[in-house]
């Protein structure tokens, strides 16, 4: 089992408490000025990839020197670098693909970087995009067993897909037995687990799956 973490260069004051992960993730990967996050972390980073128009040519020379491989690209490309990133991750064979710094700044790249979860899922990896009031995954159909966590402590259950058919949730505040929900639906929002853990269930769809606190 490989796990990856990958840093984009969304706004600083979005990013988790990376050192939080580091049992969880096997190797780094800084894309563009995320090399420079991961370092303010003090995260030794395995891979730096992107065309660095974002940082300067001393931060530059710091990230070949900390990072044990840099590939610097021409700004002219048809991949972002958080794309360039996944490509070598990808390649790493990874089971698990945890994103951070890829929220928080422009919408477009931020809504984008929320549909990677559904390339990573067709390619039977699991993706995770965390920041620092939320952790996003989506999920297939069948029976999940989800765990509370102290930092993140309210459940959201959006649909990615127009229908998601069948959902039950047990162990929640507010439990549901086969319910179909769709887009615009508010119905699973804001949910909480009674005890440390709990189940949820559905049938067909794909369902966006949010753990979340306040600001």
């Given at each position: ?6 840093v984009?260069s969304?706004p ?5 408490d990376?050192?939080?992960y ?8 800084g894309?563009?000025?995320?090399a ?16 660095f128009d974002?940082v300067t040519?001393k931060?530059k020379k710091?990230?070949r020197?900390?990072f044990?491989?840099?590939?610097e690209?021409p700004r002219?490309?048809?991949e972002?670098?958080?794309e ?15 994103l951070f ?7 477009d ?22 920041d620092?009031?939320?952790q ?10 989800i765990t509370r966590?102290?930092?993140?402590p ?7 897909t127009?229908h998601?058919k069948?959902l ?6 507010y439990p549901?037995?086969?319910?179909d ?19 949820f269930?559905?049938?067909e769809?794909i369902?966006?799956?949010i753990?979340?606190r306040?600001i």
């Amino acid at each position: 089992m490989t796990s990856v973490g990958i840093v984009g260069s969304g706004p600083a004051g979005q990013l988790p408490d990376l050192l939080l992960y580091t049992d969880e993730i096997d190797y780094w990967i800084g894309a563009d000025s995320g090399a420079l996050l991961l370092m303010d972390h003090q995260i030794s980073g395995d891979y730096a990839v992107g065309d660095f128009d974002s940082v300067t040519e001393k931060e530059k020379k710091q990230i070949r020197l900390l990072f044990t491989h840099m590939e610097e690209y021409p700004r002219e490309k048809d991949e972002t670098d958080l794309e360039l990133a996944l490509q070598q991750a990808y390649a790493m064979e990874s089971d698990t693909i945890y994103l951070f710094g890829v929220t928080g700044g422009r919408l477009d790249h931020e809504i984008i970087n929320i549909q990677l979860l559904y390339r990573m899922m067709r390619e039977g990896i699991r993706g995770v995009l965390v920041d620092a009031y939320n952790q996003l995954e989506l999920t297939a159909p069948g029976t999940h067993t989800i765990t509370r966590e102290e930092r993140f402590p309210y459940i959201s259950f959006i649909p990615f897909t127009p229908h998601v058919k069948g959902l039950s949730l047990t162990g929640f505040q507010y439990p549901l037995v086969n319910k179909d929900i769709t887009w615009g639906s508010t119905l699973c929002i804001s949910n909480k687990l009674l005890s440390n853990n709990g189940t949820f269930s559905y049938e067909e769809g794909i369902l966006l799956l949010i753990k979340s606190r306040d600001i």
